[in-house]
T-cell receptor, first 113, second 112 residues
């Protein structure tokens, strides 16, 4: 079964609104969560790395004020897309690490209309 | 800068027709190389991790191998259910523990 649960799997929102995506680690404590973005037929691009109890580290070119990441507990990390625009439409995926293993969430398809 | 290049971009096979996918990488220091399978609209599913040149791992019809510059994912007698995008990623270690750099992926289609 899934060890990282991501919700929602699909969301449609209007331009200008904010959307929150949650990733929960099941049965283990995820001190680190990686957030990726994937465009159709393209690979995963790392957006940011979140660590429990500290500020996220964003990759170059990723707006930290637009993509808010919160990792307030060892089992929950959230990504909030603020003031969403159509160009933010994409597939967002989280990934956590448990020992030597890495687990992805199921992904969230965001469509901004 | 760490780089991962996968080839071919797309591969069409007949059921039972064995083939290989390639993943070439350039990293300053390899902590691990990962293979994932991704179905449309879903998150990647872990397949293998390889840590050192010469290492091989197998799972059902899949076999992954690693050299100092590339990795191969061999698919033996594939079935239609093997159709998916296969992603390769490297962990270059350093201060970014667990941070992976992904290749573009190979879209595999197996026809019955």
């Amino acid at each position: 079964g899934a060890v990282v649960s991501q919700h929602p799997s699909r969301v449609i929102c209007k331009s200008g609104t904010s959307v929150k995506i949650e990733c929960r680690s099941l049965d283990f404590q995820a001190t680190t969560m990686f957030w990726y973005r994937q465009f159709p037929k393209q690979s995963l691009m790392l957006m940011a790395t979140s660590n429990e109890g500290s500020k996220a580290t964003y990759e170059q070119g990723v707006e930290k004020d637009k993509f808010l990441i919160n990792h307030a507990s060892l089992t929950l990390s959230t990504l909030t897309v603020t003031s969403a625009h159509p160009e933010d439409s994409s597939f967002y995926i989280c990934r956590s690490v448990r020992g030597a293993e890495a687990f992805f969430g199921q992904g969230t398809r965001l469509t901004v209309v | 800068e760490d780089q991962v290049t996968q080839s071919p971009e797309a591969l069409r096979l007949q059921e039972g027709e064995s083939s290989s996918l390639n993943c070439s990488y350039t990293v300053s220091g390899l902590r691990g190389l990962f293979w994932y399978r991704q179905d449309p609209g879903k998150g990647p599913e872990f397949l293998f991790t390889l840590y050192s040149a010469g290492e091989e791992k197998e799972k059902e019809r899949l076999k992954a191998t690693l050299t100092k510059k590339e990795s191969f994912l061999h698919i033996t007698a594939p079935k239609p259910e093997d159709s998916a995008t296969y992603l390769c990623a490297v962990d270059a270690g350093g201060t970014s523990y667990g941070k992976l750099t992904f290749g573009q992926g190979t879209i595999l289609t197996v026809h019955p």
